[in-house]
């Protein structure tokens, strides 16, 4: 028997585990006590992954990554088993999102140099065209370039990649 065939799946359960993490930490600032203390986080998602419901005006201005930031200024925060729905504001509109868990790329609470990064998932295929809109500039918090990016500075967040993890 090869040592290489992991037919237990490790590396697609400590995924799931530190997925979790996430849904944890949604489930703590969908109680009504929210966000406690300093605590921020920043949610990169892939926008045309199986699954996620954003609308088409959004998916035009961030057609591959999106990063969104409940701190303040969010509604309706609701963490499922296996997605989670927020309402943010976009230009002074209020828009909801769905994203599932699996489309989360990086998960990040500046607040306490916290971050977890994962794999890139398969993009759906039959994602349908959308129209081209204007684009106006980004809100602050849904760029993803201004999210924080360690950079090697002890202060900064901690990113957990599982790629250390991996055999090469």
Do not use: C
């Amino acid at each position: 028997m090869s040592g290489n065939n992991d037919l237990m799946q490790y590396e697609q359960m400590a995924q799931e585990a530190l997925r979790g993490v996430i849904k944890q930490a949604l489930k703590k600032a969908a109680s009504p006590e929210r966000l406690p203390g300093d605590h921020h986080l920043y949610i990169t998602f892939q926008t045309r992954a199986r699954g996620v419901d954003v609308p088409s005006d959004l998916v035009s201005r961030y057609p591959g990554e999106m990063t969104i930031v409940l701190q303040n200024q969010f509604w309706d925060l609701a963490p499922g088993e296996t997605f989670f729905s927020v309402v943010l504001k976009f230009d002074g509109q209020p828009k909801k999102l769905s994203v599932p868990y699996a489309a989360v790329t990086r998960f990040q609470d500046p607040s306490v140099g916290f971050g977890l990064q994962f794999p890139a998932q398969p993009v759906e295929e039959t994602v349908a065209e959308v129209e081209a809109l204007p684009v106006r500039a980004a809100p602050k918090a849904a760029d993803p370039d201004e999210a924080p990016r360690p950079d090697g500075d002890d202060d900064g967040p901690k990113i957990v990649s599982l790629d250390k993890f991996r055999k090469k």
